[in-house]
């Protein structure tokens, strides 16, 4: 039994790696985008509790107004991944857009438990709201993107932005709300004690192989929670951002692959309907991408066969994610 625990964890970070390595070589000049960029920040403490309490700021090569910004968090179950291209090149596309981008390194599963991760995201954007005029950035238009773990942590923490939920004063900015002006969701888990039910209940292990199964010691939120998930039915709910919505929710953009065998589909769908509920259709857009495994990880059939696609760092898919970025930020 522990074998296969361990054996299915092992499959979990591989999955990972293979999507990080699926973003960082499709969206189309993002290998050098990073290395081009005139003015940079990196490395900057935004916090003192750990030294992986760090960001770094990239500037658009023109333009003098203050900038609009999106602030990026990277995916890896919480338990890895950091803030370098290789898990945020989609997100540093906004430099060609006109826009900051700012990524954040946030403390891991292995340093810190729940609610470590969403305590640090929260610290970032108010660092960034304190010391946007050093920066030459906009602190009234911040865009929150993120992929997978990160996703979660962009939902969130645009779900309890313009409270002191899920923030640890002791970070500093206590008194500095952190809301923001658009989210982009891609793929993020939300309530993490329901996914396996929903991956039995989407009838997708009858169609894909690699379905992932999370109740279980050593899983993705497990490890981040503390806990088998299942032992600790509170701590899903608080680290669950439809638990939060309110009618000040900013506009969110959510985008997910029908074929995702890390986090269920459903999540997206009932995160969307639940936002709508509280702020409107008009402001709420979810993308589901037929076929589309998770973060464009190749599926295989269980007759063996794959299918290859990465429907969300295509030309065409980005011109969506920064038009819904321009309506709000612009």
């Not at 070589?25 to 050098?32: A, E, M, P, Y």
């Not at 290395?35 to 030294?51: C, E, G, L, P, Q």
């Not at 370098?84 to 599963?109: C, E, I, K």
């Not at 970070?171 to 939300?190: E, F, K, M, R």
Request: overall charge neutral; proline content about 5%.
């Amino acid at each position: 039994m522990e074998m296969q625990k361990s054996d299915k964890i092992k499959k979990t970070v591989c999955i990972l790696m293979l999507v990080f390595c699926v973003m960082s070589v499709t969206v189309t000049g993002c290998l050098s985008l990073q290395s081009s960029v005139k003015n940079k920040f990196t490395d900057i403490a935004y916090a003192t509790k750990s030294k992986t309490q760090k960001l770094d700021i990239y500037l658009p090569n023109e333009g003098n107004d203050p900038f609009p910004m999106i602030i990026a968090f990277h995916g890896g179950g919480f338990y890895e991944g950091n803030k370098s291209r290789q898990y945020t090149a989609p997100m540093l596309q906004g430099l060609n857009h006109g826009y900051a981008v700012v990524t954040v390194d946030y403390r891991l599963s292995d340093e810190a438990r729940f609610p470590a991760a969403i305590n640090d995201a929260k610290a970032a954007i108010r660092f960034i709201k304190v010391n946007a005029a050093q920066y030459n950035l906009n602190p009234n238009k911040i865009a929150l993107w993120g992929s997978s773990a990160g996703g979660n942590l962009a939902a969130l923490a645009g779900t309890t932005g313009d409270t002191n939920n899920c923030y640890d004063a002791s970070l500093g900015n206590a008194n500095v709300l952190d809301n923001v002006t658009a989210i982009v969701d891609w793929y993020g888990p939300t309530n993490f004690c329901v996914m396996d039910k929903q991956f039995t209940e989407s009838g997708i292990r009858e169609k894909v192989q690699g379905v992932h199964i999370y109740n279980i010691e050593g899983s993705f939120p497990s490890r981040y929670l503390g806990q088998n998930i299942s032992k600790v039915p509170d701590l899903c709910k608080q680290a669950d951002p439809t638990n939060y919505i309110t009618s000040e929710c900013p506009p969110f953009l959510i985008q997910h692959g029908t074929l995702d065998t890390l986090i269920p589909t459903q999540q997206s769908v009932n995160l969307a309907a639940a936002i709508t509920k509280e702020i409107g259709k008009d402001k709420v857009t979810l993308t589901l991408f037929d076929g589309a495994g998770h973060g464009g990880v190749p599926v295989t059939f269980l007759n063996g066969t794959r299918q290859y696609g990465y429907p969300f760092g295509t030309a065409e898919n980005m011109d969506k994610v920064f038009a819904f970025l321009n309506k709000y930020m612009k």
